[in-house]
C-alpha cells in the first residue's frame, strides 16, 4: 500500500535512483490494483491523481505497468471522475507517438473503455463520454485513425485486436452528428482492405468473433444512413448532389422537358424526394460511383441523353434501385443487429459491388431492347443474376466476381430466369412481398421467442459441471460454500435449472438422480441467480463428470454460461445435444434482449418465415390478387397546385 500512497512524491522526482523505484512501484500496482480492497484504499489516498500525473511523465517500460493498472482502475466507477480531456488527449498522443506494443496496448484498450461508456459514469460537466471524446481526440490527433489501421497488420496478435476492438466500437457509438465523417474516413483509407486481409488470413475465433462484430457494425451504420432523409438544407447532402450533377457533363445537352435533374434520370426536378427507399446511403453510392468512375458515368448520361425518349435507362432511378437490391441481399433493409454468423468480403467491397452490378443493369437494358416501361423486368433479371452470383462457391474475390457479373451472356440470363420458378420468384422480389417477410419475420421471431423462454421455464436437467461447484449469484445474498472435496457432492451428478414464473430469477439444484422428469415447483431447487446481474452469455469449453469420454468433445462444444459485468460465471449449462444447446442459449439471449446467437436457431427462423411467405402468396395467387413489381412511382404533381404540393409515404 505504500507504493501506492508514494507515487506522487516519486514521480515529482528525476533521479535515476528514484526512477527504479518508481518503475518497479508501477510494475507492483498492475498487480495489487486487481484486488478490489487495495484498489479503494489506493483510490481513497489518491493514488489516480499521481498515476496520471506519471502517464504524462514517464516512458518505457515505466509507462506500459503504469498504463496497465490504469486500465485496472478503470474497472472501478470512482476512477472515472477523475478523467480529464487532456488525459483522454495524452493517451491517443501515446497511442500515436510509441512503438513499443507493451505501451500500445493498454492505451488502445483506454480509449475502448472511454469510447464505450456511458456519459453518466464520467463528470457531466466535460465531454469524455462516449464518441464524442473520441471525436476530439481524433482532431487534435489527425494521425490517430491511420495509426489504428496501419495497426491491423501488426503481427502482434494482442494489439492488431485491440486495434480492430476501437475501430469497431467507435462504429457501434458513433452518434449521428459524426456518423458520415467517421464512415468517410473508413471508405478513405484502407480500413476495409486490412480487415479483408484478416478475414483471409485464418483468424482465430477471437479475432473472427471481432470480425463479424465490424461486419455487422458497418450493416448497423449503413440502415442508419438508408433512415436518414435528403435535405436540400444539409450543406453534405447538397454538395453531393452538385458533384453528381458536375460529373455527368450534361450542361450543354438539350433533352426536351428536362432542365436538370431529369437528365442524369430522375422522374423530376426535386431530386432529394427520390431518394425515400435508399435515404442518403443510396446518395452516397451514387456519388462515390460518379467519383471513381468519371469518364464511364459522363459517357452513360451521355449515351442514354442521346436515345429517344422511352428508350434511356435512367442512371438515377437504376442506381437507387441496385443500392435497394444489394441492401435487401445483405440485410442491410432490415435493420437487425444479430451478429453474423459468416465473412461477407464483398460486402467490405459494397461500392464496388454497387459499381458492377449498375453497369450489369446498363448492359442488361441495352441487350434486351428495354423501354422505360420494362424497367422493373430489367431489375429482376439484374436480381436474378446477382443472387446467382453472390450464392456460387467459386466466386472468392471481388475481381471473379466483376467477371461473372459482367462477362455472362444475357441469353444466359434470360433463360435461367426463364426456368426459375416464375410466380414465386416474381413475387418474392418485389416491394410488397419484401415488406410482408419484414412483417412475418418479425412475428416468426416472437413466436420462438416464446418457444425458447418457454423452455425456461419449464427447466430441464444438465450434468454438474466437472467440478461440481454451486455457483450462486452474489447478488442474490444466498451463499453457498464450495463442496468440490464433499463427500456427499461426488454422488450429486445432475443439476436441474428452472426459470421462475416472473422471468427475473434462474433456480437451480443438484440432485444425484434425474428424477422427476420435470420439477414443477421452484420450492424444490435451493439456489438461484438473479438473472439482473447478467452481463453476457458466451460458450465454454467444460465437461460434464458424469458422461463417458466417447460424448466429453461434444459436450464441451455445447457448453455455456452466464457471466456477469465481473465476469464471473453464474450458471454453467453442459447441453446434452445441439438442439438443447441453442433452445436454452437463446433463450436466455432473448429473454435479455440480445437476439439470436445459434445457428440452428437463425435457420428456424428463417425457415419459418419463408413458410408464412408462401402460405401467403398461396392466398394471393388462388385469390388472383395482381402485386406490384417493384416501388409504385409517385404520379406527377396535379396541374394547377404549384409547387409546394408533394406525396407523402404516410
Request: proline share 4%.
Amino acid at each position: 500500500m505504500s507504493a501506492g500512497a508514494n507515487l506522487a512524491d516519486q514521480s515529482s522526482t528525476t533521479t535515476v535512483k528514484d526512477d527504479k523505484v518508481l518503475k518497479i512501484a508501477t510494475f507492483s500496482l498492475q498487480k495489487y490494483l486487481k484486488e478490489p480492497e487495495f484498489a479503494a484504499e489506493f483510490l481513497e489516498r489518491g493514488g489516480l491523481e499521481s498515476l496520471c500525473d506519471i502517464i504524462g511523465k514517464v516512458g518505457g517500460n515505466t509507462l506500459a505497468y503504469a498504463l496497465n493498472s490504469f486500465t485496472s482502475l478503470m474497472n472501478h466507477e470512482a476512477s472515472w471522475h477523475s478523467l480529464t480531456e487532456s488525459f483522454i488527449a495524452n493517451i491517443a498522443h501515446i497511442l500515436v507517438t510509441e512503438t513499443l506494443v507493451t505501451i500500445c496496448r493498454p492505451a488502445t484498450t483506454i480509449l475502448i473503455k472511454v469510447v464505450c461508456a456511458e456519459r453518466s459514469t464520467f463528470n457531466q460537466e466535460e465531454n469524455i463520454a462516449g464518441y464524442v471524446a473520441l471525436h476530439k481526440v481524433l482532431q487534435q490527433e489527425p494521425d490517430l485513425f491511420p495509426t489504428l489501421i496501419q495497426r491491423l497488420q501488426s503481427p502482434d496478435y494482442a494489439l492488431c485486436l485491440n486495434s480492430l476492438t476501437l475501430l469497431t466500437s467507435m462504429l457501434k457509438h458513433v452518434t449521428d452528428d459524426y456518423r458520415s465523417e467517421l464512415l468517410d474516413n473508413i471508405d478513405n483509407s484502407n480500413t476495409r482492405k486490412n480487415v479483408l486481409r484478416l478475414m483471409n488470413n485464418h483468424p482465430s475465433e477471437e479475432l473472427k468473433e471481432q470480425l463479424l462484430e465490424f461486419q455487422s457494425a458497418l450493416i448497423h451504420n449503413a440502415d442508419r444512413r438508408r433512415k436518414t432523409q435528403i435535405s436540400m438544407y444539409n450543406p453534405r447532402h447538397a454538395k453531393m448532389l452538385n458533384t453528381i450533377w458536375e460529373a455527368a457533363r450534361a450542361d450543354n445537352v438539350n433533352v426536351p422537358g428536362a432542365r436538370k435533374w431529369r437528365k442524369l434520370g430522375f422522374s423530376s426536378e426535386v431530386p432529394h424526394r427520390e431518394f425515400g427507399r435508399a435515404g442518403v446511403f443510396g446518395l452516397e453510392r451514387m456519388c462515390a460511383f460518379a467519383m471513381q468512375n468519371q469518364d464511364l458515368f459522363a459517357k452513360m448520361i451521355l449515351e442514354q441523353l442521346h436515345r429517344m425518349d422511352g428508350k434511356r435507362c435512367p442512371f438515377a432511378k437504376a442506381s437507387i434501385e441496385v443500392t435497394e437490391l444489394l441492401s435487401s441481399h445483405w440485410n442491410i433493409t432490415t435493420g437487425a443487429s444479430d451478429i453474423a454468423a459468416e465473412f461477407e468480403p464483398l460486402l467490405l467491397n459494397f461500392d464496388h459491388v454497387h459499381s458492377t452490378t449498375l453497369q450489369c443493369f446498363y448492359r442488361l437494358f441495352q441487350d434486351m431492347e428495354a423501354t422505360t416501361s420494362d424497367f422493373s423486368k430489367v431489375s429482376a433479371l439484374v436480381r436474378s443474376q446477382l443472387r446467382a452470383t453472390l450464392k456460387s462457391d467459386g466466386i472468392k474475390d471481388i475481381y471473379e466476381f466483376d467477371r461473372v457479373m459482367l462477362g455472362t451472356p444475357y441469353s444466359v440470363i434470360r433463360d435461367r430466369r426463364l426456368k426459375e420458378l416464375e410466380w414465386a420468384d416474381d413475387l418474392l422480389g418485389r416491394e410488397a412481398i419484401r415488406n410482408l417477410r419484414n412483417r412475418l419475420n418479425k412475428q416468426s421471431f416472437d413466436f420462438i421467442k416464446r418457444q425458447r423462454i418457454n423452455c425456461l421455464l419449464q427447466g430441464a436437467w444438465f450434468p454438474c459441471p466437472t467440478s461440481n461447484q454451486r455457483i450462486v449469484a452474489m447478488a442474490t445474498g444466498n451463499s453457498t460454500s464450495t463442496t468440490t472435496n464433499a463427500p456427499n457432492a461426488i454422488s450429486k451428478r445432475w443439476r436441474y435449472y428452472k426459470l421462475s414464473p416472473s422471468k427475473k430469477t434462474l433456480f437451480y439444484g443438484d440432485f444425484t438422480e434425474k428424477y422427476p422428469p420435470v420439477i414443477k415447483s421452484c420450492d424444490k431447487l435451493p439456489n438461484k441467480v438473479d438473472l439482473a446481474g447478467v452481463s453476457e452469455i458466451k460458450s465454454i469449453a467444460r465437461k460434464a463428470s458424469n458422461i463417458n469420454s466417447l460424448l466429453a468433445e461434444t459436450a464441451s462444444n455445447l457448453s455455456f454460461a452466464l457471466f456477469s459485468n465481473d465476469n464471473l460465471a453464474l450458471a454453467e449449462f453442459i447441453c446434452s445435444s445441439s438442439a438443447q444447446a441453442s433452445e436454452w442459449k437463446d433463450g436466455f439471449s432473448m429473454l435479455l434482449d440480445k437476439g439470436i446467437t445459434s445457428k440452428d436457431t437463425a435457420e428456424y427462423l428463417h425457415s419459418l418465415t419463408e413458410i408464412g411467405v408462401k402460405v401467403k402468396l398461396l392466398q394471393i395467387a388462388g385469390d388472383r390478387i395482381e402485386v406490384p413489381h417493384g416501388h409504385i412511382d409517385v404520379p406527377p404533381v396535379p396541374v394547377g397546385l404549384g409547387s409546394g404540393f408533394y406525396y407523402t409515404a404516410d
